[in-house]
């Protein structure tokens, strides 16, 4: 009897900690998805424009933002949202510096990553697979160019689509139709 006492405390440590972090699994999945999208993407924090950037970043340097919104002269394609945020980037930074614009990918990636998580586990109802799922998201081979690449709206187009999933989604289980909306 005396050894089982003495063992006690050791399992009732180990359910403590292990009730710990099942209770905030959600809390460690979203640090390990930050920290392995970070190893992937990071690197590109150092990477100079290239290709066709400066071409697209000088649209939106010699515009005004209403000249942005009312006017497509001259641009190969109309994308309003992203010439605004270069231009942004560029006004608070005073100059066009491309580790501000890598640093926005990456962040707006890991919000992604973050809101895959919990768009996953609504429809999963399982934390792991939510997790297993985000981490594929956030490492999909062909998200490293969109992610690298400073022109690429596609992040901040993803940041809406799954925003907009997962407000659809509460609002029909929930049945509160300005979620919808």
């Given amino acids: 009897a005396s050894s089982q006492e003495r063992e006690r405390p050791y399992a009732l440590r180990f359910t403590h900690y292990a009730s710990r972090i099942t209770r905030h699994s959600s809390l460690v999945w979203l640090i390990v998805l930050t920290i392995a999208t970070l190893l992937v993407y990071v690197s590109s924090l150092r990477y100079p424009f290239f290709w066709v950037d400066p071409i697209d970043i000088g649209l939106a340097r010699d515009r005004s933002i209403l000249q942005i919104f009312t006017t497509s002269q001259g641009y ?21 510096n491309p580790f501000a614009f890598h640093l926005v990918h990456i962040i707006t990636h890991v919000v992604n990553v973050w809101l895959m998580f919990a768009l996953a586990k609504r429809l999963l109802r399982q934390t792991f697979a939510a997790g297993i799922a985000a981490l594929f998201f956030a490492w999909y081979p062909f998200s490293h160019q969109t992610i690298t690449w400073v022109i690429s709206p596609q992040p901040q187009a993803t940041l809406f689509m799954l925003l907009s999933a997962i407000l659809y989604y509460d609002g029909r289980v929930n049945d509160r139709r300005k979620l919808i909306w």
Avoid: D, I, M, T
């Avoid at 190969?76 to 066009?96: D, I, M, N, T």
């Fill in 76 to 96: 190969l394609y109309y994308r309003p949202f992203a010439f605004v945020l270069w231009k942004s980037l560029a006004v608070l930074q005073g100059e066009f």
